[in-house]
C-alpha cells in the first residue's frame, strides 16, 4: 500500500493558534446557506487553529532521528456525531489529542450541546451542518469542509436513520427514500467529493470508513430476523427510489410495499458494497484505506427512537443477556475509533467486527452483501442518482 512517508516534518504541521486562515475560517459561515428550521450558524470552531500540537507519531521509534520527527494532529470528519456511535467515537478520538474532529450534523445545537455534556474538550472539534436528507447540504457542506482549510485525513460516514414500523416512505430533498436517501446516497456523494481531499492529505494512513451492520447480512442470525435485506436487482433504485416516479417503487428491489425496516437493512448493504467498490476503484492508486464495520448491538442508541416504546425497554435486556451482542455506546465509540487510527487497521477492503474480548478480527460479508457485480451496479446507478454521472 502507498502509504507516505510514516513520519511527517515538523515544517508540514499546520497554523498556530490565533492564526488568521482559523480566525478567518470562525468567521467565515455567511457564503452558506442557513438550512431551514436548524440551527442560524452553520460552523462554530471550538478552538482557533487547525490541528496544531504536534503528537507523537503511534509505534514510532525512539531513536534521536525520531524523536524530531512528529505526526501532525489528523483531522477526521464523523457524519451524525451529535448522539450515540458517531459522538462516543468523536470523543474517544478527540480525548487522545491526536485528532482534531469535525462533527458534521444536521441539528447544529443538538450537536453542539452533545458534544459539551460529553465533555469534550473545547478546541478539539468543530461542528459543521451537513443534512444528508439533501445532496445540496452535503455539496454546501464540502464546500465549507474546503474552505476551513483544514485537511482531510479520515472520514467516517455514520449517520443514519432508521425506522422500524413505518409502512410509508418519506422523501428527501431530491426525492428519494428517507433511510436509502440519508445512510446510503447522501453518504455516496459525500465520499466521492472528498475522495480528492482524502487523497490530497499527507497524513500517512488516510482512511474512509463507512458502517455497515450485521443486520444487513444473512450470514447470521440477526441477519435472518424479519424482514431480511435483499437488494434484488436493483431495479427500484434504477427507477429513482420512488420519490419523482409515481409508478417506482421505494423499495431498492422494486417491492411494492413500503417496509421501513427492511429499507434500512437494504441501506446497510448499500454501504458495506459501497466500501468494496470505492476499494476497488481507489485503493491500489490513492492507498487510501477503505472499511466497514459492524461494531455491536449499540442497543441504547437513538437509532431505535421510532420504535414501539416496548421494544426500546426490552431490545437492550434481551441483548445484553440473551444474545450477548450488547456493548455500550463508549466502547463502541473506542471500536470505531480504532478502525479510524489504529496503526494496525490499514488493510484495505475489510468488514470489521470484534469479538467477545473486543479483539478486532475481519469478518464475512453475507454473499449478497459481498456480491462485485451488485456493487458495480449500485455504484454506478448511486452515481446516476446523486449527480456524478
Ligand atoms: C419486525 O418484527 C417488525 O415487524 C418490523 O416493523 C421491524 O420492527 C422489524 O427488524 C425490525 O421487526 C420482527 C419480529 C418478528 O421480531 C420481534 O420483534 C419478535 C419479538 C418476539 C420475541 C421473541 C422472544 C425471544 C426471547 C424472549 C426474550 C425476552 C426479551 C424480548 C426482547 C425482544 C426484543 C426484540 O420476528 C420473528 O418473526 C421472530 C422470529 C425471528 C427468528 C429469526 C431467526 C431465524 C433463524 C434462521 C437461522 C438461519 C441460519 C443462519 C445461519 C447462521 C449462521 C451463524
Ligand atoms: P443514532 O441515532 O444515535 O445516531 C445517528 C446519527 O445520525 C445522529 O447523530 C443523527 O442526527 C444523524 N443523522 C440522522 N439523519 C441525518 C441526516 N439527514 N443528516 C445528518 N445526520 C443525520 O444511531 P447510532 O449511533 O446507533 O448509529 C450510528 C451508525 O451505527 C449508523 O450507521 C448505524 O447504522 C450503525 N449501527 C448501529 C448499530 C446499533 O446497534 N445502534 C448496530 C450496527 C450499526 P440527530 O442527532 O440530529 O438525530
Ligand atoms: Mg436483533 C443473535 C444475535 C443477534 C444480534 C447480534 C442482533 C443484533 N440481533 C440478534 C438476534 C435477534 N434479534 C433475534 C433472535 C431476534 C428475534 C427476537 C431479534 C430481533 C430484532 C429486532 C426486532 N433485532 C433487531 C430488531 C430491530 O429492530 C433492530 C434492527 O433490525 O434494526 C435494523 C435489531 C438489531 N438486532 C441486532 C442489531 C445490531 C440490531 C440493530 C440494527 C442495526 O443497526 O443493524
Known sequence: MALQAAL??????????GNSLAAAVVKDTAFLSVPQ?????LCVRTHVATPTAPVATPGSSTSSMDKKKTLRQGVVVITGASSGLGLAAAKALAETGK???VMACRDFLKAAKAAKSAGMADGSYTIMHLDLASLDSVRQFVAHFRRSGMPLDSLVCN??????TARTPTFTADGYEMSVGVNHLGHFL???LLLDDLNKSDYPS??????GSITGNTNTLAGNVPPKANLGDLRGLAGGLAGKNKNGSAMIDGAEDFDGAKAYKDSKICNMLTMQELHRRFHEDTGITFASLYPGCIATTGLFREHIPLFRLLFPPFQKFITKGFVSEEESGKRLAQVVSDPSLTKSGVYWSWNKDSASFENQLSQEASDPEKARKLYELSEKLVGLA
Not at 449517520?159 to 422500524?164: E, K, M, N, T
Not at 488516510?206 to 458502517?211: K, M, T
Open 37 to 41: 428550521k436548524k440551527a442560524p450558524s
Open 99 to 101: 485528532w482534531h474532529v
Open 159 to 164: 449517520a443514519a436513520i432508521y425506522r422500524p
Open 206 to 211: 488516510r482512511r474512509l470508513i463507512i458502517l
Open 8 to 17: 511527517l516534518p515538523s515544517t508540514l504541521s499546520v497554523p498556530k493558534k
Open 190 to 192: 459525500l465520499a466521492r
